[in-house]
């Protein structure tokens, strides 16, 4: 294994009801900034809980964070974190909300432009909002995790910041709140956690390690839950395994010890930047097709994965062949689960897959070093 450093500071209060945990976890601040995104929250009750919850403490609301944030959020938030001297930012949704929230947490104390300096130049900073979180939609981990997402559009970039100040002071987690996610969303989460763990899976070291072990165990346990969830959406073993799962899956322990890759991400990004699809399914679009693109050099790695995660034998087949039935296996899984696994099943042309690929940054990984021209071959061949 590669060294490493590994902190995660989440309380995490995962049970039937963690809302009714909210007003402790709050005692000690006064003026609650409550983000949350287009309405859901309203339709499901979760909303008047939340509220029931917060008590006297003084509340400001940012509602209306869209998939895909936007920066206008971020800059709105932190008007009315100044304005009203807030001390504490609750989200309440999923990884939009959380990560519009992680946002305008970075961005409170920041003298200048957030965009910029966070998401483009990746500053340091030396002080954050403290936030916690209320999970309503599982898969991208944000709950758990120190990163967070954010799209300009006036650039069509969409891109990242993390820093250690902006883990969340608590995340509460109810996996009955996410039974009201409709399918496709549901369907797109899972794609995400799955994703996530392959990021770090295909990347050094190949050799036998604890953290690939943890990842196999978390994609084989994520194939079987997601097939009970897909017909029974208030199953409540397959609901909360996969809750649980999606945290695990990019808080950082599958990545101890490891290379990260997140190519497929960069790719997504840019896809959801363009043409505003949920992020899962883009994933179940780029990932396969990256994949294939990189495969070479890592018979062993691709042998085992298709045995332990998909209980294949790749026999005599050569490096090519096993590869290919691997990324098979995966592209036939997200199928199973009504996702797209091309371009054009989603309405996406090529004219616009230059322009993408000369607007999504290079960079080298373990197991690639894609250029523009690659990122536009991906793209192409996702068609
Ligand atoms: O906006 P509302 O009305 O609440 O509806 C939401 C939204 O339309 C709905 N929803 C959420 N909980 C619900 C519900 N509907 C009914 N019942 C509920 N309980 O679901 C829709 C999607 O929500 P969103 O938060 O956008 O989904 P997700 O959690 O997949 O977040 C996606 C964003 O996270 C980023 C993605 O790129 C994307 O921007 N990611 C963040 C990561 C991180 N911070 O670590 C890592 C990921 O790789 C990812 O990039
Ligand atoms: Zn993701």
Redesign the pocket.
């Known amino acids: 294994m590669k060294s490493f450093e590994f902190k995660n500071p989440v309380k995490i209060i995962f049970e039937i009801g963690a809302i009714e945990r909210l007003h402790e976890e709050i005692k000690d601040y006064h003026n609650i900034l409550f983000v949350?995104?287009?309405?859901?929250?309203k339709r499901?009750g979760v909303y008047d809980r939340v509220i029931k919850e917060l008590g006297d403490k003084n509340v400001v609301e940012l509602s209306g964070?869209v998939?895909?944030?936007e920066t206008v959020k971020v800059y709105e938030g932190v008007e009315l974190c100044k304005k009203h001297d807030i001390d504490f930012i609750l989200a309440v949704?999923?990884?939009?909300?959380?990560?519009t929230v992680k946002a305008i947490s970075s961005a409170r104390y920041l003298n200048g432009d957030f965009w910029q300096k966070l998401y483009i130049d990746h500053e340091d900073i030396e002080k954050a909002l403290p936030f916690g979180t209320i999970l309503?939609?599982v898969?991208?981990?944000?709950e758990m995790?120190s990163?967070?997402?954010i799209t300009n559009p006036d650039v069509k970039i969409k891109c990242s910041y993390g820093h250690e100040l902006l883990f969340p002071q608590f995340s509460l987690l109810d996996p009955t709140?996410?039974y009201?996610?409709?399918r496709e969303?549901m369907v797109?989460?899972i794609i995400?956690m799955f994703s996530?763990l392959m990021e770090t899976y295909f990347s050094l070291p190949d050799e036998d390690n604890v953290s690939d072990s943890i990842a196999e165990a978390l994609m084989a346990g994520i194939i079987r839950n997601a097939k009970v969830a897909y017909v029974d959406m208030e199953n409540y073993d397959a609901r909360s395994n996969l809750m649980w799962t999606a945290s695990l899956a990019?808080n950082g322990l599958t990545a101890a010890g490891k290379g990260e890759d997140w190519q497929s991400?960069t790719l997504e990004?840019t896809l959801?930047a363009y043409y505003h699809i949920?992020?899962?399914l883009g994933l179940a679009i780029v990932h396969p097709h990256y994949l294939k693109y990189v495969y070479k050099g890592h018979f062993k790695k691709w042998k085992r994965f298709l045995k332990v995660v998909f209980d294949t034998d790749a026999n005599e087949m050569n490096e090519e062949e096993t590869a290919n039935l691997a990324i098979e296996k995966i592209t036939e899984f997200f199928k199973s689960l009504g996702a797209p696994t091309k371009l054009s099943e989603i309405g996406i042309d090529d004219s616009k897959l230059r322009e993408m690929a000369e607007n999504t940054m290079e960079f080298k990984v373990d197991y690639s070093d894609l250029k523009h021209e690659d990122i536009y071959n991906i793209y192409k061949s996702a068609l």
Request: proline content about 9%; hydrophobic content about 20%; glycine content about 26%.
């Open positions: 949350y995104g287009g309405g859901s929250i499901t964070i998939p895909n944030p949704g999923g990884g939009s909300v959380i990560d309503t939609m898969g991208t981990g944000s995790n990163g967070g997402v709140l996410t009201t996610v409709p969303q797109s989460g995400d996530h990019i991400h990004h959801s949920p992020h899962g």
